[in-house]
């Protein structure tokens, strides 16, 4: 059956953007030239429907994205540990976005200033007010910021777990 239909999956943006909000990485995944899979965790941050992700144009990953391939994106939170008598059953409670698409480069100076800005306030809420604003020339040509361009989230599905260890699995 369809991922979208399983118990533990939530496709509405109130949950996306809360997952978004409250992960510091995530993980950039996709399969390279030759076939092997790489991933590469970086920070992210959200503005309205668009994700940013963080990273320098001279990383594998940035690469791919700018030859066209298609990267899978996955933040997850981390509620609580579930711990159960048998080590077998212990879980955690979490949710977990995955975003599936093609990426591009932020060209434009300003979504780029604003997208930095939000990638410092998602790790150190109101250090973007004390921090130099202005880009200088290496920072602006070193630096790519990504998203998705397809409609922004509208391919992002979240997982979650939530609730006690099963009560049969003691």
């Known amino acids: 059956r369809a991922l979208a239909e399983y118990e533990r999956c939530f496709a509405d943006p109130a949950t996306i953007h809360a997952v978004l909000d409250e992960a510091l990485t995530c993980t950039v995944s996709w399969v390279d030239a030759d076939g092997k899979p ?90 973007a007010a004390e921090a130099r604003k202005a880009f200088d020339a290496l920072e602006a040509k070193g630096d790519g910021w990504l998203l998705p361009p397809e409609a922004r989230l509208n391919r992002a599905l979240c997982l979650a777990r939530a609730g006690e260890r099963d009560a049969a699995r003691k």
């Open 38 to 127: 790489r991933a590469l965790p970086t920070i992210q941050a959200r503005i309205d429907d668009t994700l940013y992700l963080h990273g320098s144009r001279g990383a594998r990953a940035w690469k791919a994205a700018a030859a066209g391939t298609e990267l899978c994106v996955v933040a997850t939170v981390v509620d609580e540990l579930v711990l159960a008598r048998s080590s077998f059953h212990h879980s955690m409670n979490y949710r977990s976005l995955v975003l599936l698409g093609r990426l591009e480069l932020v060209a434009d100076i300003e979504e780029r200033r604003a997208a930095l800005d939000a990638f410092v306030e998602q790790m150190i809420p109101g250090r």
